[in-house]
């Protein structure tokens, strides 16, 4: 199947994965960042946050937004955020299975800066082995095709499911209220998402 994936396009299961919260880990890479931006030790920053880092007190340094733009612009937070245990493997055998990987990422959100977030994002992807095929910066996820969705932020999912498409939550402390299906690490996630590809090439058979 590898061979022909560019011809087997309309066959392939696609899988949407979101980056920051699912593939990267977002929260680890940014604490340390936010530590030396709010002057403190980055232990003293819990890393149980909830959705906006209201606990880590940035409001008194001017909001979250500051620390984004710097931490991206001045600290190529992008292409140095430790990627989630197992998750680049897990990927590559989920694409040597015959998985399309559909990355799906909302990182375009600094005026007139994109060039530098979608370097810092294919630098980081190539790097860390990650395979994919198609490569979306989106907002509107559910505007963008798959068969399955990885996302963790709560809004997303929310849209995504309204839409009608099935996701798997990858569960951290901004959304632990979203119901399930859900998985906690990469090992819960490949187990998910395998269910799901044989389910569908069982039900691509008997059409
Ligand atoms: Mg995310």
């Known amino acids: 199947m590898g061979d022909h994936q560019a011809d087997q396009w309309t066959e392939q299961f696609v899988l949407g994965v979101d980056l920051d919260g699912v593939v990267a880990d977002f929260?680890?890479?940014?604490?340390?960042?936010?530590?030396?931006?709010?002057?403190v030790a980055a232990d003293s920053l819990t890393a149980d946050v909830s959705y906006g880092f209201a606990e880590w007190g940035l409001e008194d340094v001017g909001g979250y937004e500051g620390l984004h733009r710097h931490a991206v612009k001045h600290r190529g937070l992008f292409e140095r955020l430790p990627a989630m245990p197992g998750a680049p493997a897990a990927l590559?055998?989920?694409?040597?299975?015959?998985?399309?990987?559909?990355?799906?990422?909302?990182?375009?959100?600094?005026?007139?800066f994109h060039r530098?977030?979608?370097?810092?994002?294919?630098?980081?992807?190539?790097?860390?082995?990650?395979?994919?095929?198609?490569?979306?910066?989106?907002?509107d996820k559910a505007a963008v095709g798959a068969?399955?969705?990885?996302?963790?932020?709560?809004?997303?999912?929310?849209?995504?499911r309204a839409a009608g498409h099935p996701t798997i939550v990858v569960r951290n402390s901004t959304?632990?209220?979203v119901p399930a299906?859900?998985?906690?690490?990469?090992?819960?996630?490949?187990?998910?998402?395998?269910?799901?590809?044989?389910?569908?090439?069982?039900?691509?058979?008997?059409?």
């Open 92 to 112: 590559r055998r989920l694409a040597a299975a015959g998985i399309r990987i559909r990355i799906i990422t909302h990182r375009l959100y600094i005026p007139w």
């Open 27 to 39: 929260i680890g890479g940014l604490r340390p960042i936010a530590a030396e931006w709010l002057g």
């Open 175 to 177: 959304n632990r209220s």
């Open 181 to 207: 299906p859900a998985a906690t690490d990469w090992s819960g996630i490949e187990q998910m998402v395998m269910q799901e590809f044989v389910a569908w090439q069982s039900a691509l058979g008997h059409r």
């Open 116 to 139: 530098e977030a979608v370097r810092q994002t294919v630098d980081w992807l190539e790097a860390h082995g990650i395979p994919y095929w198609d490569l979306c910066f989106m907002r």
């Open 147 to 160: 068969d399955l969705y990885l996302e963790d932020n709560p809004a997303n999912v929310a849209a995504l």
